[in-house]
Structure formats: structure tokens, C-alpha cells
């Protein structure tokens, strides 16, 4: 199920985020991306969550010719008010805009 998302993901990402590549570096770009794959993932883990990323605890650096790894933290609430930390990594094809791999690990 998860490997289904992750190609389907891209395309609504690169569609939702298209008109903010061209306003900001392609660094915010890929962060971006890479939020999105993350944030659908807790949704479908944690239907009614709300999350929100750590801006300032945000890592993009290049891996290769047209990769791009993201890391980072924030954190979830769940419907029930608990609030739920997180780790996330993704991996961003470059060249053609879209996530290839992305996971999130709750810290506490």
C-alpha cells in the first residue's frame, strides 16, 4: 500500500506545489515535496491528525546528480489531543520532481 502511494503521491505534489518553485530556492521546493509524501502518510495512519513540520530543524542536501535527501522533525496532534513527535526522511528525484522514498519515525 505504501509503495502505491509513493508513485501516486509525486504527481498531486508536483501539481500542488508547482506555482511555489519557481517563488522560492528549489531547496523549499523539495522540502516541500517531501512534507507533502510525509504529511499523507500520517493521514493515513492517523486519519484526523494535524501536522505541522519544524521549519528551522529542516536538512536538504544533495546525493548524487538528481537526488536530493530531506530530513527533518515535527510533530502530530491526534484526535484525541495527544501530540506525537517525529523524525522524517525523503529521498527527491530531482529531474523529475517527484518523491521516490519517504518514511516518518515518531520519537516519543
Excluded: W
Aim: aromatic fraction near 8%.
Amino acid at each position: 500500500m505504501n509503495r502505491k502511494l509513493m508513485v501516486a503521491l509525486p504527481s498531486l505534489a508536483v501539481a500542488f506545489f508547482a506555482s511555489t518553485a519557481s517563488a522560492g530556492s528549489s531547496d523549499d521546493y523539495n522540502i516541500s515535496l517531501c512534507q507533502q509524501a510525509v504529511k499523507t502518510q500520517i493521514k493515513l495512519e492517523h486519519d484526523k491528525a494535524g501536522v505541522e513540520f519544524s521549519d528551522n530543524k529542516v536538512n536538504a542536501a544533495s546525493s548524487g546528480a538528481s537526488r536530493v535527501d530531506v530530513s527533518g522533525k515535527g510533530h502530530f496532534t491526534r484526535h484525541d489531543g495527544t501530540k506525537k513527535h517525529f523524525n522524517y526522511t525523503c529521498t527527491v528525484d530531482t529531474s523529475a520532481s517527484r518523491v521516490v522514498n519517504a518514511s516518518f519515525t515518531k520519537t516519543d
